[in-house]
C-alpha cells in the first residue's frame, strides 16, 4: 500500500499551506453534526408520516370535515410521559368511512400492539401502539361517534398502553 504525507508530496509543495488541516477536519467534522441532528429531527417527525391515517390529520379522506385540531408538543404532556399529541375531530359520510376502514385496516397490520372493537363489521374504536418497548411509542387512537362524527389522536412518547388507559380513562 502506498502511504502519502502530504508535506513529501512533491507533486503538490503549496498544498499545506492552501489547505489548513485542522480547519478541513474542523468542517468535515460540523457537516457530520449537522448531517447527525438533521438525521433525528427527520426520524421523530417520521411517526405519523409512516401511517395511512396520516390522510386523517392533513384533511385528505374524501367527503370528510375536520371540525376541530388540537397539536401539543413539549413540557405540558411530560408528566404524561409523552412528547407529541396530536387529534382531530371530524364528520363524514359512508363513503367517507369506507376510506376510513381501509386507512385503519393498513395500519393495524403493521401495529406492534393492537386493541380494536367492531359493530356490525364496522370499526368503532382502534387502539393501535408502534415503536419499541422501551423506546418511543407511536399511538393511533379512532374513536366512532354516532353516524357521521369520530375522533382521530396520534401519541409519542415512552408512556405505555396501560399508563395511557389509566391516564385518559378516568
Not at 4 to 19: E, M, Y
Not at 139 to 168: H, N
Amino acid at each position: 500500500m502506498w502511504s502519502i504525507k502530504w508535506k513529501d508530496c512533491s507533486i503538490f509543495p503549496n498544498l499545506t499551506r492552501i489547505i489548513d488541516m485542522e480547519k478541513l477536519t474542523h468542517y468535515r467534522f460540523t457537516a457530520l453534526v449537522l448531517m447527525l441532528c438533521l438525521a433525528v429531527a427527520l426520524h421523530a417527525q417520521a411517526g405519523l408520516e409512516r401511517l395511512s391515517m396520516r390522510e386523517v390529520f392533513s384533511g385528505c379522506v374524501a367527503d370528510t370535515r375536520i371540525l376541530s385540531e388540537t397539536h401539543v408538543e413539549g413540557e405540558q404532556l411530560a408528566k404524561y410521559h409523552l412528547t407529541a399529541f396530536r387529534s382531530v375531530q371530524c364528520n363524514t359520510t359512508a363513503k367517507g368511512f369506507v376510506q376510513l376502514e381501509r386507512l385503519l385496516i393498513a395500519d393495524e397490520k403493521t401495529a406492534n400492539e393492537k386493541e380494536v372493537q367492531r359493530t356490525n363489521q364496522s370499526i368503532r374504536f382502534a387502539l393501535f401502539r408502534y415503536g419499541q418497548k422501551g423506546g418511543t411509542n407511536h399511538y393511533l387512537i379512532y374513536q366512532r361517534r354516532g353516524r357521521t362524527d369520530f375522533v382521530c389522536v396520534y401519541l409519542e412518547g415512552t408512556a405505555s398502553v396501560q399508563q395511557l388507559k389509566k391516564t385518559f380513562c378516568k
